[in-house]
């Protein structure tokens, strides 16, 4: 998270409150300052479709989500105080807390400091890609809670059916992690990887009740333990993926997994996504190819696999009405 994303309370400009939204938490609402445009009201719709954080969240008008930092588990609340162009997440935690790594965990969750506008100049410039930036326009990356928890799920969706996955994070989430009471219910933090190393592999096993999958955890809460985070960030593309291949159970599909949804390196396009390839053809309205794929985003640069996440947000969320009749969100 950029310095001046971030404004301390004293600070806080006045914006209209909506009744309810903040505070609910009772603690101490910080202001984030996203990079125009973005739109909350996308983002909310993207967590709250987000199969692997399906106990992890709470979503209305604001979304809730607790974070686990340094060992700590304290719930976030996230509201929007401003506009697309104009935008301003109000953040509320715990009182009396250090704060700079829960919103440091928000901002990077969000995406907030992702550019899109290179990728605009170049998406309108074909006009059915131009037709998803008209519909998804203000729509930043939604991350996964931390990479440790893109690489987790990495190891357990492997080889394995969506909702068998879920309930194995889920298992994961209530052996080495703590929850916090939600709107709706509890609500599961994800574990450090400090959590999973202190619960040792037994406890593991039985909590994903497998094995394989159960060393494979371990050998990421490992590799994560040690290494520097800033090295994941600013290390070259090949020599990051290079070191998440060398954790078990991490092969080149979780390895992509982890470098965009984890880390929000947008530089390739994912691995073996199958499921690209049939959201470009629902777009571009003819089969495309995996080859083909790459050869479409080379005019995206840096910014591949954002090209990629807006086909399948775009495919997966087909619209339900004319989006020019839609009503403007924050």
């Known amino acids: 998270m950029k310095e001046d994303n971030l404004i301390t309370r004293n600070d806080r400009p006045s914006a209209p409150r909506k009744e309810g939204a903040t505070g609910e938490n009772g603690g101490d609402e910080h202001v984030l300052v996203p990079r125009a445009p973005f739109c909350f009201r996308k983002a909310r719709e993207a967590i709250a479709s987000f199969t692997p954080g399906r106990d992890q969240v709470s979503v209305n008008e604001a979304v809730h989500r607790p974070l686990r930092v340094g060992g700590r588990t304290v719930l976030a609340t996230i509201v929007s105080h401003g506009s697309i162009e104009n935008p301003r997440l109000g953040v509320t935690l715990a ?9 440091s965990a928000v901002a990077d969750h969000l995406s907030i400091d992702d550019d899109l506008e ?9 006009p059915l890609f131009g037709m998803v930036i008209a519909r998804l326009y203000g729509l930043h990356q939604v991350r996964f809670i931390s990479p440790f928890a893109s690489a987790c799920w990495a190891i357990l969706s492997a080889h394995t059916f969506m909702d068998a996955a879920v309930s194995l994070q889920s298992g ?9 009471a939600g709107p709706n219910g509890p609500l599961w933090a994800y574990p450090e990887p400090s959590d999973v190393l202190d619960a040792g592999e037994d406890k593991v096993r039985g909590a994903v009740l497998n094995v394989r999958k159960a060393r494979y955890l371990m050998s990421a809460a490992k590799a994560f333990h040690e290494v520097d985070p800033s090295f994941l960030k600013a290390a070259g593309y ?6 998440l291949m060398d954790i078990e159970g991490i092969g080149p599909w979780g390895a992509s997994l982890v470098m965009v949804r984890g880390l929000g390196r947008m530089e390739r396009l994912p691995e073996k996504d199958k499921a690209l390839a049939k959201a470009a053809s629902a777009v571009y309205g003819r089969k495309v190819t995996g080859d083909e794929l790459e050869t479409m985003s080379e005019r995206y640069g840096q910014l591949r696999a954002y090209w990629a996440y807006y086909l399948r947000v775009a495919a997966d969320h ?6 020019a009749s839609a009503p403007e969100g924050h």
């Open 95 to 103: 009182e009396g807390i250090e704060t700079s790594g829960f919103l």
């Open 118 to 126: 290179p990728l605009y100049q170049t998406g309108l410039e074909d």
């Open 172 to 180: 994961l989430l209530r052996f080495c992690s703590d929850s916090v």
């Open 238 to 243: 090949d020599e990051a993926r290079s070191w």
């Open 318 to 323: 087909p619209p339900l009405e004319d989006p």
